[in-house]
């Protein structure tokens, strides 16, 4: 509680006594515009703005703080909560970067790759990567049923590969930040139908912009056609310096004998394309999305405030 009230009065600019008695007040029950009427001795004067920042931030870090200590015994019941992992998962300061910590880490009884490696295929994975050795030949004297040739005993490894590559979250934060230098939002219309029925978006037919620069109207504006089933959002970028990452961390262009560093790179590119990429994406547009809610949340806020204030 002590640190959900110090964040909420760093954030609103107030003191943490207001931010206790608030919080007080919206748990017996109280709504915002009762307590910005009728109870702004109790707050020490906090307004109507500033309770509904303060209701709606509360409501998110409270959801927050719960799912992390999920997450946190998540990883001590796997053995997982390193030092380092442990001081990621209490920084994360939103949901989505709290998910994208856990995500390599969520167990998945089902994935290809735990699969994989109830087979026996988890030690000619490791054997792969770390040793001096033809895939193939690594490959020798293994059978499996649900494995029944070399191709797909090959595809297998690449699973463990990647899925294990991606609690490197180091590497992964990494080449977010890069991927996130060259990100563009694209915008197409869905189909030559939609160009009638979604003519008000009719600016984002064919339109492109680097992902940092849009605007929070533009972006709001774009989803509103996603929403409406006018327009099609893809975040696009650059993949030769995020390969190039992976394969510099791993060491690829020094590996031997070329049967190894040709799979391991190729598996470095599925890895990229497959996995980290489209969570990269998905996770760059939600963050967007969330500041320009937020954004546009405080422009209503600081709008009303002005309308209130004005009122006779």
């Known amino acids: 509680m002590t640190d959900l009230v110090q964040q909420l009065a760093k954030e609103l600019a107030v003191r943490p006594t207001q931010v206790e008695a608030a919080i007080k007040l919206i748990d017996e029950g109280a709504s915002v515009p009762f307590i910005a009427r009728y109870r702004k001795e109790v707050t020490q004067g906090l307004d109507d703005t500033q309770l509904r920042q303060l209701d709606t931030r509360l409501s998110y870090l409270r959801d927050l703080y719960e799912r992390r200590e999920k997450v946190i015994e998540s990883l001590k019941e796997q053995d997982k909560l390193s030092d380092d992992l442990l001081a990621r998962v209490n920084a994360a300061e939103t949901k989505n970067a709290l998910e994208e910590i856990y995500a390599p880490y969520r167990p998945k009884r089902t994935s290809k790759s735990f699969k994989a490696k109830e087979a026996g295929l988890g030690p000619i994975a490791e054997k792969i990567f770390a040793e001096a050795v033809d895939p193939a030949e690594a490959l020798a004297g293994f059978s499996h049923e649900d494995y029944p040739d070399q191709e797909s005993q090959l595809d297998a490894i690449q699973h463990i590969l990647i899925d294990d590559w991606a609690q490197n979250i180091a590497l992964t934060t990494e080449l977010k930040a890069t991927f996130a230098k060259t990100a563009i939002l694209k915008s197409l219309v869905a189909s030559d139908e939609k160009k009638e029925v979604g003519k008000k978006f009719r600016d984002y037919f064919d339109f492109s912009e680097n992902l940092n620069k849009v605007p929070s109207h533009r972006l709001l504006a774009m989803l509103r056609g996603r929403q409406e089933n006018v327009l099609g959002l893809k975040v696009d970028g650059e993949d030769d310096a995020p390969l190039a990452r992976i394969e510099t961390e791993y060491n690829l262009e020094t590996v031997q004998p070329q049967a190894r560093q040709d799979f391991l790179k ?36 600081e709008n009303l405030r002005h309308l209130l204030l004005s009122a006779p």
């Open 266 to 301: 190729q598996t470095a590119k599925l890895f990229w394309l497959g996995k980290v990429r489209p969570t990269i994406e998905h996770s760059l547009l939600t963050e967007k999305r969330l500041a320009a809610e937020t954004e546009a949340m405080n422009v209503f806020a």
